[in-house]
């Protein structure tokens, strides 16, 4: 077992204990801390997919977590309130939406890629902010968490075991896909795409069909977040959540299993440390970010684990 | 029938033409050399094969199919394997991953390759990057074998590897050709490279000059083509 094995199992241990921990001291906020993080991760863990594996750096994936956030609000407005049926569809309308937009975009590359990717993001923001069925600028909310079988969604704790349950379930899905012969090929196809052709693999279908799988869990995450706030917001399409994405994965670690986690961990503690200090909190992070990039590119996890076997 | 025909190609990168009449024919189960000095287009030949270059003319049939219109991929799929100059495995891929992301179904399963490269099996979860030079020309070569070709390439296999090494990858070639295979070869050192040539064709400045059996390869002709 590899040292970075034991840093991802500590990692998901601490993650599963804070919310007792909080509890235990009567501090139910630190449990909604905890499912923030557990949320960002797992949009992240969709965004690590493309950006981490395949090197594709989407600046739109807001764009996914909005529209799983806008499933949830509208569907629980038409009184469907399982959250498992939400999830399914806003993963199948974000899936298409990525089918459609990354076979535009993916035919373009590296800064090309950024900005069409970032264009449709966009698009779909302007959109929805000026159509009133979908609340505009003023968002919906939603009365109550939607329904989970056999739990009650609205206790805290609950809702963070949901969140961290499935976040688990797509780091599993993230480690299979990577250790699978796709994984190998979307890892090819970032180092030199022509070989890969050579070997008489068409590059472009490995790279949608990924784009496509890091929308849908993307916008699990964001369906997710709906629930958490009881409110789905414009903001969550705006291309300031697509860079905080990429933070997330920048700073745990580009292309690691748990780079996601830990991305997500350090942003949500800064976010809640500094953002008592001060509003200008981003300052710092965007100090510690450089840090990262300048003197641990790998990112955190490159920092405490070593050099990434896949990287 | 021939397996590998080339028929007046000339290619291009970009506006400069590299290629300008080049012939070839490479029969089922015969090892072809591909010759010539630095610099008149074997690299960019079996580039051109594959779809590689940019803009190509002429004729090009692999298994009586044009691949004019093809793409590399599916020219690949063809049966086409690449062993590519440099080496150029994939860097952050294991061994195991680098040759099962290559595979296809056929005779050359994984542990046919590791038992032609017993160092390959011992070195299966490390990666490519962690390898040797001679290593990682193995893995090239295993990675090509994955993909089952009809038709293996190899581009200056045995480039910048020791005496020792370049012995181990000879000795593989020979037993690929005892076995069958089809192969078009790209080498420098003669004297290791026409024992198992079957035949020849000779590259200068973009076009065939020569071709013919390795046998009629007089000391004459080679200092007049490849002599320094």
Redesign the interface.
């Known amino acids: 077992m590899t040292r970075e094995f034991w840093i991802n199992g500590v990692l998901a241990l601490l993650l599963l204990a804070a919310p007792f921990i909080a509890l235990a001291f009567g501090e139910s906020f630190y449990v909604t801390l905890a499912t923030r993080v557990a949320i960002l991760a797992l949009a992240a863990v969709g965004l690590n997919l493309a950006l981490g594996l395949g090197g594709l750096v989407s600046f739109g994936h807001a764009a996914f977590f909005g529209i799983g956030g806008y499933a949830a609000g509208l569907l629980a407005a038409e009184g469907f309130t399982s959250m498992p049926v939400i999830w399914l569809i806003g993963a199948v309308v974000a899936g298409l939406v990525a089918l459609a937009t990354g076979a535009v975009s993916l035919r373009t590359s590296g800064v090309y890629f950024i900005m069409i990717t970032l264009a449709f993001a966009q698009m779909i923001y302007y959109f929805v902010i000026s159509w009133p069925t979908l609340g505009g600028e003023d968002g919906l909310s939603l009365a109550l968490r939607n329904e989970f079988p056999f739990v009650n969604t609205l206790k805290p704790l609950d809702f963070f075991l949901i969140a961290y349950g499935l976040l688990l379930l797509a780091l599993f899905i993230f480690a299979r896909l990577r250790a699978a012969?796709f994984g190998?090929?979307l890892?090819?196809a970032r180092?030199?795409e022509?070989?890969?052709?050579?070997?008489?693999?068409?590059?472009f279908p490995v790279r949608l069909w990924a784009f496509v799988l890091s929308a849908m869990i993307t916008s699990v995450a964001g369906a997710l977040y709906a629930d958490l706030n009881r409110f789905v917001s414009p903001s969550m399409l705006s291309w300031h959540m697509s860079g905080e994405l990429i933070v997330i994965v920048l700073l745990g670690g580009v292309g690691r299993l748990f780079g996601p986690v830990a991305g997500a961990a350090v942003f949500v503690l800064l976010e809640f440390a500094l953002g008592g200090l001060t509003e200008h909190w981003q300052f710092f992070l965007g100090l510690i970010l450089l840090g990262t990039v300048l003197f641990a590119r790998g990112g955190l996890l490159a920092l405490f684990a070593g050099k990434?076997?896949?990287? | 029938m021939s397996l590998l025909s080339l028929s007046g190609v000339k290619a291009f990168y970009g506006p400069s033409q590299v290629l300008f009449g080049v012939d070839l024919d490479a029969g089922e189960g015969q090892v072809v050399a591909l010759l010539g000095r630095n610099g008149m287009g074997k690299t960019t030949t079996i580039r051109a094969i594959l779809g590689l270059t940019g803009r190509r003319d002429g004729e090009i049939s692999f298994a009586g199919m044009p691949l004019r219109k093809l793409k590399s991929y599916q020219i690949a799929r063809l049966g086409l394997g690449l062993v590519p100059e440099g080496r150029r495995c994939f860097a952050t891929l294991t061994v195991a991953e680098n040759l099962t992301v290559a595979a296809r179904p056929g005779a050359w399963a994984l542990p046919r390759i590791y038992e032609l490269f017993p160092r390959l099996a011992e070195r299966k979860g490390q990666p490519a990057r962690t390898l040797s030079g001679g290593e990682q020309q193995m893995l090239a070569i295993g990675r090509a074998l994955a993909t089952n070709p009809k038709l293996l390439m190899l581009d200056e296999a045995t480039e910048g590897l020791a005496p020792v090494l370049r012995q181990e990858i000879w000795a593989v070639i020979t037993r690929l050709k005892r076995e069958g295979q089809s192969i078009l070869i790209v080498d420098k050192i003669l004297a290791e490279l026409l024992p198992v040539t079957d035949s020849c064709v000779i590259l200068e400045r973009g076009r065939t000059v020569w071709a013919g059996e390795a046998g009629a390869l007089t000391s004459e002709l080679q200092e007049r083509y490849l002599g320094v």
């Open positions: 012969r190998a090929a890892e090819g180092q030199n022509t070989r890969l052709a050579s070997l008489g693999i068409e590059v990434a076997h896949h990287g």
